[in-house]
């Protein structure tokens, strides 16, 4: 069975987009060949986008969050590993990455690293914590990008 690629890249609204695999970033361990893949791949794509100058915002998303408050936090289960934050922050400070958003955390978190957003978003269902269950809407323009997290019962029509 295939489900599709592990990352790939699109535009949407003026911005670009590169969507990642980060368990490879957790726990490579049984697939190393497929963490190096996405290694190049990744330096190929923020190496092009600077290389070709800011057309719009670049934006990563990822389902585990490279932290949940602070850059510096202890390792834990909800976030990256020190090492590979560190190495992946630098990597999108350097390319002019505006936000990173993510999930797994079944709770409302992030915070800033420079320039860089980490945006985590809770579920829909099965709630951690007290954020109620809901959705994050994103707009993205070649201006920036904007988020809010809605409960269920406050969706606006438009």
């Known amino acids: 069975r295939s489900w ?3 990352y790939f890249a699109f535009w949407a609204g003026g911005a670009r987009f590169l969507v990642l695999n980060s368990q490879l970033f957790v726990d490579a361990s ?3 060949e497929l963490a190096e893949e996405q290694e190049r791949w990744l330096e190929e794509q ?3 986008y600077k290389a070709e100058g800011p057309r ?3 934006v990563i998303l990822q389902h585990t969050p490279l932290f949940l408050v602070a850059p510096d936090e202890d390792d834990d289960y909800f976030n990256v590993e020190r090492r590979a934050r560190r190495r992946l922050l630098d990597k999108f400070s350097a390319a002019g990455v505006c936000a990173v958003f993510t999930g797994h955390y079944h709770r409302n978190a992030g915070g800033r690293c420079g320039a860089v957003e980490v945006v985590v978003s809770s579920a829909i269902g099965c709630q951690i914590g007290s954020d109620v ?3 994050r ?3 993205v323009t070649e201006a920036g990008v904007r988020h809010r997290y809605y409960g269920m019962d406050q969706i606006p029509e438009r």
């Open 4 to 6: 599709g690629d592990d």
């Open 133 to 135: 269950s809901g959705l």
């Open 30 to 32: 049984l697939c190393p």
């Open 56 to 58: 719009g915002p670049l």
């Open 137 to 139: 809407v994103v707009t």
């Open 46 to 48: 923020l190496e092009s």
